[in-house]
Structure formats: C-alpha cells, structure tokens
C-alpha cells in the first residue's frame, strides 16, 4: 500500500512538472507571438515624418515653396542636420516633390 502510494505521488509530480512545463512553454510562444505584434510599428507617411521633424527646429517651409532640385538640396542637408535616417529623408522629400 505505501509503494502504491508513493508511485502515486511520483506520477502526479512527474503529471504536475510535465503539465507546468507544457504549459510555460505554450505560453513563451504565446507571448513571442504578442512581442512581434508589438514590434510591428505603423509606418508614417513623408507629411507625417516632415511636420514632426521639421518643425522641432524651426517652421517647416511650404513643400511649393521650392522646385524638385532644391529639395533635393535641402533633404541631403537636413538628414545630416537632423540625424534622419535614408527612408525617412526619402519619405519626406517624396512629400515635398509631390507638391510640384
């Protein structure tokens, strides 16, 4: 009787340790699922990246203030002036072109 009872006490740690394990590791996906949902960020339009950046410094210029070339120009410039990284500047001049 007392084997009896310690086989069972045996099989339901090894069932309690099993189902925990199973169930910690189920729940690590689940939240490694959560995080890249998280990660996932909303990608700004060039308006969006030239109002925020832009006007930290000073007032925005107009995008039909000037032509193609100068913000061309101005966009080399200010990516260096605002530590703005290639897509971002990219995004913004996109903006300002569309203008013309």
Same mark, same amino acid.
């Given at each position: 009787?007392?084997?009896? %009872? ?6 339901? &740690?090894?069932?309690? /340790?099993?189902?925990? /394990?199973? &169930? ?23 308006? %969006? ?5 832009? +006007? ?10 000037? +032509? ?13 002036? &605002? ?18």
């Amino acid at each position: 009787m007392k084997n009896l %009872q310690t086989i069972l006490i045996g099989l339901l &740690a090894l069932f309690t /340790f099993i189902l925990t /394990f199973t &169930a910690c590791s189920a729940t690590k996906n689940k939240y490694v699922n959560i995080d890249d949902k998280v990660e996932l960020k909303i990608e700004k339009s060039g308006a %969006q990246y030239w109002g925020e950046t832009c +006007n930290r410094c000073h007032l925005a210029p107009s995008p039909a203030d000037y +032509n193609d070339t100068d913000w061309e120009t101005i966009s080399l410039h200010m990516r260096v002036r &605002a530590n703005l990284t290639e897509k971002e500047i990219k995004k913004i001049e996109t903006f300002l072109k569309s203008a013309n």
